[in-house]
């Protein structure tokens, strides 16, 4: 293909000017124009069986997976930017757009379908600033067979994500997700890399699954509420969670964890300890 890349400067002005598009601020379009960054994120995502992709735009993310991956399946919820993925991407017959919502997809039997027929999957995303929890929240959820997440995101968020304990960026979130992946910032995506350019800059962080751990909302629902009052030790979030102080002084006896200590000193090991003395303590 002799077309210079989707994600180039010179390119995307074309393909908005051909086709007459503006980004739309209610799906939090925002077009990336830097090949280097759609490159390096699709380098590290361990695409190269089958790749789910969320919010391909003009294709500039979609382009770099194809050349590296046996299938992309993508999901887009603007029906104007059909055409264009169609047309530009016509080259390549490696490619599955689907127009959906993706929060709205059965992703249990969509990845059961791509590892029977690829033998694996992975999920690499721009995600719009909007909605990036809901559809993290729906990944982590999801079938473990997923191995890597690599998603370009807000970088305050993907600060939160990959925060260590301790830090002011440390909370539910953090301990959440590491819980379940080895989360790691990959590298920091300035907001020029971008058309029109966001009001911030955005970072690419990369979720790797924990063998053998799955989502568990009562260990969520600890975490969370341990975090409830920042500024309260942890006693006493478990104490207004739990409706006993001597059952949360207890819990924190049984985890070996000081009743003086705040929720952002613990590790993810911690809050496992943590939950299970809070089972124990249940029975």
Do not use: W
């Amino acid at each position: 293909m002799d077309k210079k890349p989707i994600a180039s400067v010179a390119r995307t002005r074309e393909i908005l000017n051909t086709y007459g598009l503006r980004a739309k601020k209610n799906f939090g379009q925002n077009f990336l124009i830097d090949v280097s960054v759609v490159a390096r994120a699709a380098d590290a995502s361990h695409c190269e069986n089958a790749v789910i992709e969320i919010g391909p735009g003009i294709g500039s993310l979609t382009e770099q997976l194809a050349m590296r991956s046996k299938h992309v399946r993508s999901y887009e919820v603007d029906e104007r930017l059909l055409p264009v993925l169609n047309e530009e991407l016509a080259g390549y017959d490696n490619i599955e757009i689907i127009l959906q919502d993706f929060l709205a997809c059965d992703l249990e039997a969509s990845v059961q379908e791509l590892v029977q027929r690829y033998e694996g999957v992975s999920v690499c995303a721009n995600l719009p600033y909007y909605v990036t929890s809901p559809i993290l929240f729906k990944l982590f959820e999801g079938p473990q067979e997923i191995e890597y997440i690599t998603v370009m995101i807000q970088k305050e968020v993907a600060d939160r994500f990959s925060a260590k304990p301790g830090s002011p960026d440390y909370g539910a979130l953090s301990a959440e997700s590491q819980y379940l992946y080895e989360v790691k910032k990959l590298f920091t995506v300035p907001r020029t890399a971008f058309s029109p350019a966001p009001n911030v800059d955005s970072a690419v962080v990369q979720f790797h699954r924990r063998l053998g751990v799955s989502a568990d909302p009562a260990f969520f629902a600890l975490v969370r509420a341990s975090f409830q009052q920042r500024r309260k030790t942890l006693y006493n979030n478990l104490k207004e969670y739990t409706g006993s102080p001597e059952r949360a002084e207890r819990i924190l006896q049984e985890a070996g964890i000081e009743s003086g200590v705040r929720a952002q000193e613990l590790d993810v090991s911690a809050f496992q300890a943590l939950y299970e003395a809070y089972r124990r303590t249940a029975e």
